[in-house]
């Protein structure tokens, strides 16, 4: 077994043979063991090269992403050993530090709240408001979620770590899914048995999601993203929100002065002239504010397909922290709607369409989302221009108004 362990193109071949056996039906049980050894003294940064050589073969991550549980159960035995606490892990207000103290919330929200008023219901289901309020809580773990995909992932995938972060989105979704639904079933007083059933299922996952973060997606991070870039992530994330938490402080890394110089550099060249339209001439800051006082959220993704620009309103509908800069649309949305996206943006690109619009409910948000293909006077392709609104206060507009408000 030590010459299969050793040989990276063996453990491939043995990786891909257990997804296709999951694929078949086969429980974790009837992997695991085998799994086990392959895997031994292996770090997670190997197990996410041979995740992400697995994707660049054409493996979907849809079927990588049926190791999840594997991972969970296996790694419990193994990575602890591997993976040693850092110092950036116990520094209050460091990114990593805020999403452990986070994720210490969320377990102690189902340990110590929900799972006390699950068994209750059980016991008396005319409890199950007291139920609804606790478990409605965890719809907070967006937040949580949501920097782990819009601040960590675009810089793993920098350094071309693809394939664990779109496993992870997806199994985030599933999450968020799966909470949403336990929480309708509860409106709608549906038997307990189901009830129980799904939130002790979801719980385990959400343990389980905090286990990989915190022994392959953390440790993987921060062998891997330089203190500017940590700086960078830390500075976006109120952005985005926590989730049940709030930070006990802000960090800033020692080279906090270096950082601050190189991320402005350059900017006084870009001011010292105008920019000329077709219809007339503007500086730089006055471009940015009259972008940023429209009504609208706006992002714009390049004819290579890397995002270039989002406008940065007062009322933001959608997360776009600057870490989305020069990353691929493909990588900004989950796995499971990305295959949409792809094909919006190619029906714009060809010709086939010129725009593409949708309309969504989002709580009391009526969501109008509108795709146009950018394109010069040549009508040569420049990119694809994202355009959101919510248009709920519009719809609610009647009659006329003829003068100003006093």
Known sequence: MSEIINNREQRQ???KELILELHDGKTVEDVQERFADLIKDVSALEISAMETELVKEGMPVEEIQR???VHAAVFKGSIDEIHQPTDAESIPGH???NFKLENNAIENLINNSITPALEQFIKAPETIDNLLKKYSKLLKIDKHYSRKENLLFPYLEKYNITAPPKVMWGVDDEIRAEIKGIIKLLNENKSKEIIADKIKETNKKIKEMIFKEENILFPMAL???TEDEWYEIAKNEEE???????PLSKWKPKTDDMVEEAITEGKDIVKEGCVEFDSGILMPEEINSILNTLPIDITFVDKEGRVKYFSQGKERIFARPKTVLGREISNCHPPASVHIVEEIVEDLKSGKKDVEDFWIKMGDKYVLIRYFAVRNDKGEYLGTLEFTQNIAPIQAI????RLASE
Do not use: A, N
């Not at 985005?240 to 709030?246: A, V």
């Not at 009647?398 to 108004?401: D, L, M, N, T, V």
């Open 13 to 15: 071949k043995v990786l």
């Open 67 to 69: 190791l999840c549980d």
């Open 95 to 97: 990114p990593i530090f």
């Open 223 to 225: 062998d891997t993203i």
């Open 240 to 246: 985005i929100g926590y989730t049940i938490i709030e």
């Open 398 to 401: 009647e009659g006329e108004k």
